[in-house]
């Protein structure tokens, strides 16, 4: 295993923030309604992981380093565990366990529905991430990874639906997240890898 102490620091600090956020939620430091700030910042905190992961690969063309590609797995596994918190604290915090409430929720309410199809396909993407998945799926693998990038817009689109009209902070994330898609365009690609080719030069 390649960077085994970098992997176990890693680790450690993603699992260590909604340790510190129930603490908080624990010790009533979250406000008045800690249960709602939980679930938003689980949702938040996928994104973000979810993000990190999809710039790995923009990074390791820029810097030719290729220890990124090592921590995308890690990272974009940590994106899915994070959204299966999210969804559920919602489930425990705001509909305690009513199952027939949720079922209702998603006719209801189409952006618990955009959630949803979200983790359906983070849940394909962590269950494909082995290297047997790999070695099974051969070329297609790629393929199925690409569910990566609707996924994204997915739960941009699922983020703004629920923030309406305070879109200050998503409109920082959808702006990273373009830049991100944008990277993966064959132009872009090469600038990076020139820009990389002068630094080493």
Not at 40 to 56: E, H, P
Not at 131 to 148: A, D, F, N, P, T
Not at 150 to 174: K, N, T
Not at 185 to 197: I, S
Request: overall charge positive; charged content about 15%.
């Amino acid at each position: 295993m390649r960077y085994p102490w970098w992997r176990l620091l890693l680790f450690c600090s993603i699992a260590s923030v909604p340790c510190y956020w129930l603490y908080l939620a624990a010790v009533a430091a979250l406000g008045p309604d800690p249960g709602k700030v939980l679930v938003d910042n689980l949702g938040q905190g996928a994104l973000v992981l979810l993000l990190c992961s999809l710039a790995m690969t923009p990074l390791r063309s820029l810097t030719g380093w290729s220890g990124w590609i090592v921590f995308r797995r890690q990272v974009g596994l940590w994106a899915f565990g994070y959204a299966v918190l999210h969804l559920v604290a919602y489930l425990y915090f705001l509909l305690g366990f009513e199952f027939g409430d949720f079922a209702a929720e998603l006719v209801e309410r189409p952006y618990i529905a955009l959630g949803v199809i979200a983790l359906v396909g983070l849940s394909a993407l962590a269950l494909t991430s082995t290297q047997w998945s790999m070695r099974k799926l051969g070329k297609r693998w790629k393929k199925l990874h690409r569910i990566v990038y609707p996924a994204l817009i997915v739960v941009l689109l699922h983020m703004l639906w629920v923030v309406r009209s305070d879109v200050g902070q998503w409109s920082l994330y959808a702006t990273l997240a373009a830049i991100l898609l944008a990277a993966r365009l064959p132009a872009v690609k090469r600038a990076l890898g020139r820009l990389n080719a002068r630094r080493r030069s």
